[in-house]
Nanobody
Framework: QVQLVESGGGLVQAGGSLRLSCTAS????????MGWYRQAPGKQRELVAS???????NYADSVKGRFTISRDNAKSAHVLQMNTLKPEDTAVYYC??????????WGRGTQVTVSS
């Protein structure tokens, strides 16, 4: 059974940095897109960043220039480096991995809180 485990969330002051990691366990097979969503209280879940198997990246406008996504296929892992954090980045962050045929795996979420 595939499980995604996130780590790296926490409390940080505005302007600080956090590094979120997501590692898949179990036999996940061929991984296509990897990425992160976030959901703030009272708001819809939004896509933060994604990366294809070939390394092409996509970012929400609100995080461009501040966040960087990377992946390590050999380790079935991907990382979201978050710099210059703002209070509006406060949310629960969820990682995901897409396999072929539309199968998506989700992590359970990790809380990121940015104080002003």
């Amino acid at each position: 059974q595939v499980q995604l485990v996130e780590s790296g969330g926490g409390l940080v002051q505005a302007g600080g940095s956090l590094r979120l990691s997501c590692t898949a366990s179990g036999s996940i097979g061929s991984m296509n897109v990897m990425g992160w969503y976030r959901q703030a209280p009272g708001k819809q879940r939004e896509l933060v960043a994604s990366i294809t198997r070939g390394g092409s990246t996509n970012y929400a406008d609100s995080v461009k220039g501040r966040f960087t996504i990377s992946r390590d296929n050999a380790k079935s892992a991907h990382v979201l480096q978050m710099n210059t954090l703002k209070p509006e980045d406060t949310a629960v962050y969820y990682c995901y991995i897409d396999r072929a045929l539309g199968v998506r795996y989700w992590g359970r979420g990790t809380q990121v809180t940015v104080s002003s």
